[in-house]
């Protein structure tokens, strides 16, 4: 009869190989809250995931837990997909999660990832791109809800900061299905008038709630704005793709204000200690003028004039008597050549200098008659050509070839044979 009764732990290894081996539960999508969680020092999470009815204890490995883009707690709701298994050790089945999102929340965190994600590879979110705010404004838009805190705090730091600055409401829905439309159309319709920064956001809140300025239109809208936009969405730590395409980045509304306007006190500080530094450079650029003005008037030149004038006229009449001088030389250095020129035979005798010339120009028309060709051919030489070239070897003839014989009194072809 013992042949009968099996082991717990054969028992176990029978439902466990059940389990594994049920093709509906090696992928299961369960929903629930959270409890007992733990987070090992490896990296893996414990917990129980329980409704109203019941519970299974659920365990994630840290080659998983690491896509997890928050923090689990205890009380939170969460999807999460994984595959049924039995732990032998304790005979009781389990859920191994591969995958966990919030409840709800996830899926917004997800499109909120890969929106950012799409506009950050778009560059949207670059520095280069981000325009500066004026330090000075003369009017400040403001895009958010007409009423609540926000608006009312943006408005009382302005007036307390820089009361003289226009403020213009351009009221939107900031909640809900249609708010992003809405915060578009203002954004849009800031350009009609003529604001110099525009502070585009809302009181904090949900990601629901705030889930307007993660709207791909919205966040398209702020980077195509010609008006330098500061986005005050929510508290410090809330964070919206609002806030990485705007010019710049306020964590609260009142933060937004104090971006946007200096502080009156700041600034009247500020010009004090500017006349401060004014009066201060011109007291001292007096006294470098009067020390200067001093050394000038104490010169050789103020305190002694007429002297000045002496010198001058002593070095005048030296320069004066110089020039004299050296006109008198040239004009008898000119009367001297003059004379010597005037001297000369060509102006006592110029029929010498003719008969001179004559004679050089016979000389060479003889020297050119005895080198003349003609001349030779007249003494009895000859001239021979090849082709109109000059022979003057007679290498260079061969047989059969025609030459071209020049005497003084003609030509005559021959063929050598």
């Not at 020092?41 to 896509?67: C, P, Q």
């Not at 007036?159 to 203002?186: C, D, N």
């Not at 200690?273 to 009066?279: A, C, F, P, Q, Y």
Request: some cysteine.
């Amino acid at each position: 009869m013992e042949d009968k009764y099996i082991t717990i732990t054969q028992l176990t290894k029978y439902i466990k190989y059940k389990i594994d081996n049920d093709i509906n539960l090696n992928q299961v999508f369960l929903k629930g809250e959270i409890s007992n969680f733990k987070a090992h020092s490896r990296g893996h999470f414990y917990f129980t995931l329980k409704d109203e009815n019941t519970r299974i204890n659920a365990i994630m490995f840290s080659t998983n837990t690491k896509k997890v883009l928050f923090t689990p707690e205890d009380g939170m709701n969460v999807l999460v997909t994984g595959k049924i298994s039995v732990y032998e050790a304790s005979g009781t089945y389990q859920i191994y999660v591969n995958e966990m999102l919030e409840d709800g929340v996830g899926n917004l965190y997800i499109a909120y990832e890969q929106l950012k994600k799409k506009l950050e590879e778009e560059g949207l979110f670059l520095d280069k791109y981000k325009k500066p705010i004026p330090k000075i404004p003369q009017t400040i838009g403001i895009v958010t809800a007409p009423t609540g805190a926000a608006i009312r705090d943006i408005l009382s730091t302005i007036k307390r900061r820089w009361p003289h600055v226009k403020t213009i409401l351009l009221p939107a829905l900031v909640q809900g299905e249609e708010a992003k439309y809405s915060i578009v159309k203002q954004i849009e319709n800031a350009e009609n008038f003529d604001i110099d920064t525009l502070i585009v956001g809302r009181g904090g809140g949900s990601i629901e709630d705030l889930w307007a300025f993660n709207e791909e239109i919205v966040a398209r809208a702020i980077f195509n704005s010609k008006i330098p936009i500061i986005s005050a969405v929510g508290h410090e730590v809330d964070f919206t793709i609002a806030d990485f395409v705007a010019d710049l980045r306020a964590p609260t509304p009142t933060g937004a204000a104090e971006l946007a306007v200096p502080n009156k006190s700041d600034v009247e500080n500020y010009l004090d200690s500017l006349m401060i530094r004014v009066k201060k450079q011109v007291l001292n650029k007096l006294n470098i003028c009067k020390v200067d003005l001093k050394k000038i008037t104490s010169r050789y030149i103020f305190t002694n004039p007429n002297n000045l004038y002496v010198a001058k006229e002593q070095q005048f009449d030296m320069i004066y008597e110089k020039l004299r001088t050296n006109m008198k030389l040239l004009l008898a250095d000119s009367k001297n050549r003059l004379q010597s020129i005037k001297s000369s035979f060509i102006f006592k005798k110029p029929e010498k200098l003719l008969e001179i010339e004559k004679n050089n120009y016979l000389n060479l028309i003889t020297r050119l008659d005895n080198i003349s060709p003609l001349n030779t051919l007249k003494r009895g030489y000859t001239l021979t050509r090849k082709d109109n070239k000059v022979i003057n070897s007679a290498k260079l003839v061969n047989k059969k070839d025609k030459l071209d014989i020049e005497f003084s009194d003609g030509k005559i072809n021959v063929e050598v044979i």
